[in-house]
T-cell receptor
């Protein structure tokens, strides 16, 4: 059974720092891995989707990597800003594209 | 701004009330989803519609009744809910169940409180 883990559960860093969020999964047979952002009381915003054949995806200050063999993904945020404060969730798509298997999320706080 | 619109944003109802949650998307997506999210937990899948037909029901109690009137609209009818049903209800859409590498797009959700 696929399990997705995100460590740490919470992270607080000063503004301007580069940071890395981690996501690990137990079964490497995935179609893709997605990173989402959720602001308090809001829905989820899809940030990046990495297909199983890809190694990384970039969008602005965000870079997501995927290492299927080791069951790991990282989300790199460059030059963090207070507006980046949110909960970041990763999810893998495995034997179907509707059933996403979610991590519990990392709550990120960027201090001004 | 989200491309998936959910109404209402907040809903308070008694256990005997009947209410409906609404979701709309105009991206031409053929798959639509209902999720339930409790505080500090990831979303839990409830229902999946594909081409306006119910494809997946994740063993959801019958007091939740989904409906897909057309390809752009998704409703969730609520009746005789319990206090433990209080949660954030999220709607999502994607291009289609056969499109394996397309993201799901989420609305901002309806915050539901059962008195």
């Amino acid at each position: 059974k696929q399990e997705v883990t995100q460590i740490p559960a919470a992270l607080s860093v000063p503004e301007g720092e580069n940071l890395v969020l981690n996501c690990s999964f137990t079964d490497s047979a995935i179609y893709n891995l997605q990173w989402f952002r959720q602001d308090p009381g809001k829905g989820l915003t899809s940030l990046l989707l990495i297909q199983s054949s890809q190694r990384e995806q970039t969008s602005g200050r965000l870079n997501a990597s995927l290492d299927k063999s080791s069951g790991r993904s990282t989300l790199y945020i460059a030059a963090s800003q207070p507006g980046d404060s949110a909960t970041y969730l990763c999810a893998v798509s495995q034997d179907s594209n509707y059933q996403l298997i979610w991590g519990a999320g990392t709550k990120l706080i960027i201090k001004p | 701004d989200t491309e998936v619109t959910q109404t209402p944003k907040h809903l308070v109802m008694g256990m005997t009330n009947k209410k409906s949650l609404k979701c709309e998307q105009h991206m031409g997506h053929r798959a639509m989803y209902w999720y339930k999210q409790k505080a500090k937990k990831p979303p839990e899948l409830m229902f999946v519609y594909s081409y306006e037909k119910l494809s997946i029901n994740e063993s959801v109690p019958s007091r939740f009744s989904p409906e897909c009137p057309n390809s752009s609209l998704l409703n969730l009818h609520l009746h005789a809910l319990q206090p433990e049903d209080s949660a954030l209800y999220l709607c999502a859409s994607s291009q289609g169940l056969g499109e394996f590498n397309q993201p799901q797009h989420f609305g901002d959700g309806t915050r539901l409180s059962i008195l």
